[in-house]
């Protein structure tokens, strides 16, 4: 008998613009491409053999000579990057979070104003420098700071974030860190242009372990858990395209929205019943999971998705598997605990004894250096 699943994880602050997007929670509250499965080789700098479904990417990294490299960056362009860098400034939480679990945080000398404004999580930069906010940066500030770098998304801020630094001297690296396929070729080459390749060695075999765990036994010949996956908007699903299908992927389960030719189509209370999938995943975006202390806004979050219109008619809905999931762990740097919890959640049984709550503290102490704490699934946070 097939045991079925309900995931939801839902947005209560973002913007109307980006709702849909893969752009981690942080950055909504104040998009990533990932086609099918595809073998994923370790990068060729920290090499090993092992394979896994988390794909790596195109980016490289190469010598010019000198006290420089060349790096290909998010938006494919090849950067050359003054070797060693002593001052970063970070517009990207998603980026910093991976700078502190490659132990880098010390050159960083300013960052935006929501890491500046959440000394719980990042305790270590609220006296930092704020440069303004990850979309609008305040050039005139980072200009103050002479960084050797500013590294933000690959799409925001736009181009101007170039034309009004390049003038300075200032260059723009842009990593996003929350595309599942590039995630950990993104990792390799910040460690390299960081001078940190072991920490980045260390952090990449962390996470392929953690994968290689859920791979063993979610390769089922069988049939999987049919999932419908909404993203941060009502009714708005994650189709190929999306860091929430290929986590799903990942995880074991069938996406009911793969056969979609975009990423983030908007679909009908309608066509969910119809198509009475045996899991639905909503993205929540809260402000900040990891000073929460109880789990009753999403508890209320998952009764209004169980109190839709009809759907207590849906498979999922039936067998009470309604599953609330944090952004913190939907895509970014942490998606693999999402992914832990997924696998967990499709497979009860095989995954009884998995403990995705025991890999996040590991990783919040071991990489982040901070304790565990927060809420961030909602039932059944083992």
């Not at 095989?350 to 982040?368: A, I, M, S, T």
Request: hydrophobic share 40%; with cysteine.
């Amino acid at each position: 008998m097939r045991k079925y699943v309900i995931i939801t994880c839902s947005s209560m602050l973002f913007l109307c613009s980006l709702a849909s997007s893969d752009l981690p929670a942080h950055a909504l509250s104040t998009s990533s491409y990932l086609p099918a499965a595809l073998p994923f080789s370790k990068p060729a700098d920290l090499a090993g053999e092992r394979t896994s479904r988390w794909q790596a990417g195109e980016m490289s990294v190469s010598a010019t000579g000198g006290e420089s490299i060349s790096i290909k960056d998010a938006k494919g362009r090849s950067v050359e990057v003054r070797l060693p860098v002593k001052k970063l400034v970070v517009l990207t939480s998603d980026a910093l979070e991976v700078i502190r679990a490659l132990k880098a945080e010390d050159i960083v000398v300013g960052v935006n104003t929501s890491i500046a404004k959440d000394p719980v999580f990042w305790p270590k930069f609220k006296n930092k420098p704020a440069v303004g906010r990850w979309m609008e940066p305040n050039y005139e500030l980072i200009g103050k700071l002479n960084p050797d770098i500013v590294i933000a998304y690959a799409r925001y801020p736009g181009k101007n974030l170039e034309k009004k630094l390049a003038p300075l001297g200032i260059t723009v690296i842009r990593l996003d860190f929350y595309k599942i396929r590039t995630l950990l070729k993104e990792v390799e080459t910040l460690g390299i242009i960081l001078g940190k390749k072991e920490e980045a060695r260390q952090l990449i075999d962390w996470y392929q372990e953690k994968l290689e765990l859920i791979e063993r036994k979610s390769k089922y010949p069988g049939n999987l858990p049919d999932v419908y996956i909404e993203s941060y908007s009502k009714y708005h699903t994650t189709g190929p395209g999306s860091g929430g299908h290929e986590m799903c992927t990942l995880a074991g389960g069938h996406n009911i929205a793969s056969d979609f030719s975009m990423p983030y189509p908007k679909i009908t209370p309608e066509w969910v019943l119809a198509s009475n999938p045996h899991v639905i995943i909503k993205a929540v975006s809260f402000s900040n999971c990891y000073a929460m202390t109880d789990s009753s806004s999403l508890k209320d979050m998952r009764n209004k998705i169980i109190a839709r219109p009809t759907w207590d008619n849906i498979r999922a809905v039936k067998e009470d598997r309604v599953y609330m999931m944090a952004g913190d762990i939907w895509t970014g740097p942490r998606a693999i605990i999402g992914i832990i919890y997924m696998a967990k959640w499709f497979y009860p049984e095989d995954f009884k004894g998995l403990d995705p709550k025991k890999f996040h503290r590991e990783y919040l102490v071991r990489f982040q250096g901070i304790n565990y704490q927060g809420v961030y699934v909602y039932p059944n946070e083992n």
